[in-house]
């Protein structure tokens, strides 16, 4: 009995955390942009209208999610987020999520706007993901390593690299831009495991055309690189501190890291449709194979638990009702005590 305690007690650790409550929040993000503000104000489960607001060099996007649209996230089993399969990365991004599209759509129409290109417009989305605060995994959800959804990644208001590279690349997925997910090897005092993004810049023209430096080929393609995680990095040249700034296009390699094992992950994989506000309720494009996972484990469990515990509990010696001394099935009285087990022998009828 003990040992199916414990089993199950393990099986505990893997319930999902959730770290947003149904109650009303405000979550914004600021970020500076080609000499303007802006500001995604989040209306976390209120009651706010969407939209954009403009005024002089300031804009300002507010978005309304409903708890709903979290909860269907936040419940998804932690132990399908501790894969170590890198292609299980695509399966988090969500480009039809109701709201990601909506958040997706009025950074676009500020782009428009402003005349931007698709490259300045790809650098402008980019800053507002690095303006992301930066979360490990362990601090934010108690796993060392832990996959989060892009709407988790921002009313959780932060992640760590893959988390914010799959909330950069399902924007930049719904706008209609060519992207896919590096993960990789970064030396740059000590080796460390790493997710960015990659572009295929299709118009190499205007004001950021000039950071394009660092690329991948995939496929005939070249996916520039695009750094979810900071903004920029310090660096010592010639006894002088110099400022990388991660525009598309730009690697740590800039800022004097090693590449290593650079694997690019494709994301017409499978993964979550997403929240849809008109049906309310989550599904997978391919089949169900994987999204009964919790009820294969729990029958697992009985199959293997239960007949042990019916066997134990039918080999389980029977006991002197005096003593409780174990007995067997033929003694006649108890070895410990003398009670007579058996019961009594009725008196022989008399001769006739």
């Not at 978005?63 to 909860?71: A, E, F, N, Q, V």
Request: glycine share 8%; net charge negative; aromatic share 18%.
């Amino acid at each position: 009995m003990k040992y199916v305690a414990i089993i199950l007690a393990l099986s505990l650790l893997f319930i999902p955390l959730s770290q947003a409550s149904s109650e009303n929040n405000e979550i914004a993000y600021y970020w500076s942009f080609y000499g303007q503000n802006f500001e995604v104000m989040i209306d976390f489960n209120g009651s706010a209208p969407s939209g954009i607001y403009h005024y002089l060099n300031f804009w300002v996007i507010n978005l309304t999610i409903p708890y709903s649209d979290y909860k269907f996230y936040s419940s998804y089993p932690a132990g399908y987020r501790l894969g170590d399969n890198l292609s299980y990365l695509s399966y988090f991004a969500t480009p039809n999520d109701t709201y990601l599209q909506k958040l997706a759509h009025m950074l676009d129409t500020i782009a428009k706007e402003n005349g931007w290109n698709r490259l300045t417009e790809a650098n402008f989305i980019l800053t507002f993901v690095q303006k992301v605060p930066y979360v490990g995994d362990f601090q934010s959800t108690g796993f060392m390593d832990y996959y989060k959804f892009p709407i988790e990644t921002l009313l959780q208001q932060g992640g760590d690299c893959e988390d914010k590279s799959l909330l950069l690349a399902t924007i930049l997925y719904i706008l209609g831009y060519d992207v896919v997910l590096f993960a990789m090897e970064v030396q740059f005092q000590g080796l460390y495991g790493h997710v960015a993004v990659g572009l295929n810049v299709k118009d190499k023209s205007g004001p950021f055309a000039r950071y394009l430096q660092y690329y991948y080929p995939y496929e005939g393609k070249d996916y520039y690189y695009m750094e979810s995680t900071g903004s920029e990095s310090l660096i010592t040249s010639g006894g002088s501190i110099e400022n990388v700034h991660y525009w598309v296009g730009i690697s740590p390699e800039a800022a004097g890291a090693k590449i290593y094992n650079l694997t690019v992950i494709p994301l017409n994989g499978p993964h979550y449709n997403g929240y849809h506000q008109k049906y309310n309720y989550v599904k997978e494009i391919k089949s169900q194979e994987n999204s009964n996972w919790y009820v294969y484990y729990a029958l697992a469990l009985v199959a293997v638990f239960v007949p042990i515990l019916i066997y134990a509990v039918l080999k389980e010696k029977k006991r002197c009702p005096s003593c409780g001394y174990p007995i067997e099935e033929d003694f006649n009285y108890c070895p410990n005590c003398g009670y007579w087990l058996k019961p009594p022998r009725p008196p022989e009828p008399p001769f006739s």
